[in-house]
T-cell receptor, first 111, second 113 residues
Framework: GENVEQHPSTLSVQEGDSAVIKCTYS??????FPWYKQELGKRPQLIID?????GEKKDQRIAVTLNKTAKHFSLHITETQPEDSAVYFC??????????FGAGTTVTVRA | NAGVTQTPKFRILKIGQSMTLQCTQD?????MYWYRQDPGMGLKLIYY???????DKGEVPNGYNVSRSTTEDFPLRLELAAPSQTSVYFC????????????FGPGTRLTVT
């Protein structure tokens, strides 16, 4: 299956600063890269995704970039707010189309 | 729509006991999944189903069984519970498997002692 590595495992940022999380994947055929956000004690929810035919996608304060040559994709959160504090997971499908998830990044936004 | 629902929310099992985790979705999704989430380990796929009557193993299927008799329901059965099965279990569903959003249930926190 797909091997997805996610860094860093924890990230602490000052409110208003930016946060960047990076994931690498192994299967060059992967073509869909979602990001899920999980607040404490809650279920994971999709916040943004990108397909391999584009290099960047934005949705208000969040953006995802994709580098297919290097096989990595990143989540960017700008102007961070306290409600951005959560665990973020990246994912990528393997050749069986099943998603493999990264280990997660715990983001803490300091007031 | 209720989306994906799971019962129970919490359960404590003794070693060797069995139980069934229930999962139901009302979105008419063909694809359903069971994941376990251990601290710092992300989500690991246990079993999945591409439609009623069809199931297949994921990454960590040992100690679990599933069935899919209807589109809506996808129960996960634990036989002979072991401490290594202590985890949070999430059920999810999607319209498509390749590039579709997965909708997760609220999770079941299971402790085996």
């Amino acid at each position: 299956g797909e091997n997805v590595e996610q860094h860093p495992s924890t990230l602490s940022v000052q409110e208003g600063d930016s946060a960047v999380i990076k994931c690498t994947y192994s299967d060059s055929a992967s073509n869909y890269f979602p990001w899920y956000k999980q607040e404490l004690g809650k279920r994971p929810q999709l916040i943004i995704d990108i397909r391999s035919n584009v290099g960047e996608k934005k949705d208000q304060r969040i953006a995802v970039t994709l580098n297919k040559t290097a096989k990595h994709f990143s989540l960017h959160i700008t102007e961070t707010q306290p409600e951005d504090s959560a665990v973020y997971f990246c994912a990528a499908p393997g050749n069986d189309y099943k998603l493999s998830f990264g280990a997660g990044t715990t983001v803490t936004v300091r007031a | 729509n209720a989306g994906v629902t799971q019962t129970p929310k919490f359960r404590i099992l003794k070693i060797g006991q069995s139980m069934t985790l229930q999962c139901t979705q009302d979105m008419n999704h063909n694809y359903m999944y069971w994941y376990r989430q251990d601290p710092g380990m992300g989500l690991k796929l246990i079993y999945y189903s591409v439609g009623a009557g069809i199931t297949d193993k994921g990454e960590v299927p040992n100690g679990y069984n599933v069935s899919r008799s209807t589109t809506e329901d996808f129960p996960l059965r634990l036989e002979l519970a072991a401490p290594s099965q202590t985890s949070v279990y999430f059920c999810a569903s999607s319209y498509w498997d390749r590039d579709a959003e997965q909708y997760f249930g609220p999770g079941t926190r299971l402790t085996v002692t």
